[in-house]
C-alpha cells in the first residue's frame, strides 16, 4: 500500500520505518515544507527505502495518509492540504497535548466530543478518519513495532472509526508494523 507521512518527527519516523519494513511503499514530508531536510532525514532512516517530498506530494501519493502532526498544527495542516485529502483514509495519531513552556499539557477538545470526532469535524466528511498509533509513545513504538516484526510479542495497537471500509484497510498497516489490531469501534469510542 502507498503510506504518505506528513510529519518527519518523534512519531512519523518510527512509523514510516516500521510501515518500510513491513513492505509499504512510504513517502515523507515535513508539516513544515521549509523543512525539506526532515523528510530526507527520515527517508535515510528507512535505508533509502522511502521517498520523500512536501506535503501536497505527499497527499498525492498516499492511498493512506498519516497526519504524524502535533495536535495544534493539525487544523493548519488539514486546511493547507485541503481537498488532497478527499475520499482518503486519513490515519490520526495525535493526541490532545500541546508543549507549553517545555511541558506537556492536556488540551480541552471542543464541543464534548472525542478527540478523533474533533480531528473529523476539522477534516470534513469526505475524510475517512481511522484513529490509531497514538497509543504508545514513539521510541516505545518503534521497539514494539521492531519486535513484533521479527517474530517477537505482539503490542496491542487498538483502532477507531466510523467508516468500517477504512477500518478495514488501515489493519494490515497496523499487523505490518508489528502489532496485533484491535478493533475499538467507532470515533466516539476513542476516549
Known sequence: MRVAIVGSGRLGVPLGRLLSTGGHEVFFSDADPSRVEAATAATAATGGQARGGTPSEAARFGEVIVLAVGWEAFRAVSAELGGALSG?????????????????????VPGGLTSPQHQQHVLGAEVRLVRTFNTKYSKELLTLGTVGQRGGARADMPYWGDDDAAKKAVVPLIEDAGFTAIDGGGLSKAR
Do not use: C, F, H, T
Open 88 to 108: 482518503k483514509i486519513v490515519i490520526d495519531p495525535s493526541n490532545p497535548i500541546a508543549e507549553r513552556d517545555g511541558l506537556s499539557v492536556v488540551v480541552a
